[in-house]
Nanobody, 124 residues
Framework: QVQLVESGGGLVQPGGSLRLSCAAT????????MAWYRQAPGKQRELVAD???????NYAGSVKGRFTISRDNSKNTVYLQMNSLKLEDTAVYYC??????????????????WGQGTQVTVSS
């Protein structure tokens, strides 16, 4: 099983920057695609960015050019560098990871896991 531990959220003024981190721990064969999602009050959870195990990235249009996703495979950690933050970036940010695991003698390919979420508030 995989546990995802997020850190780095907080309060920032518009135009400021924050860096989120998410470390995967536990028992797994491999960590595959990792991603960040966010959910603002009253809205559905949406994909912010994702990154494959070979560093191919994908971004939501609303964050392209402002956010950068990266990963350190040696640490099983994914990062989200957020620059030029806007009021509308305020949300709970969730780490997501897909992993190959063996549990109870059964192989699970690309099983999905979620972190507990970290609050990002952009406010003047």
């Amino acid at each position: 099983q995989v546990q995802l531990v997020e850190s780095g959220g907080g309060l920032v003024q518009p135009g400021g920057s924050l860096r989120l981190s998410c470390a995967a721990t536990g028992s797994f064969l491999s960590i595959n695609t990792m991603a960040w999602y966010r959910q603002a009050p009253g809205k559905q959870r949406e994909l912010v960015a994702d990154i494959t195990s070979d560093d191919s990235t994908n971004y939501a249009g609303s964050v392209k050019g402002r956010f950068t996703i990266s990963r350190d495979n040696s640490k099983n950690t994914v990062y989200l560098q957020m620059n030029s933050l806007k009021l509308e970036d305020t949300a709970v940010y969730y780490c997501n990871s897909h992993a190959d695991v063996v549990s109870g003698g059964i192989f699970y390919r690309d099983d999905a896991y979620w972190g507990q979420g970290t609050q990002v508030t952009v406010s003047s």
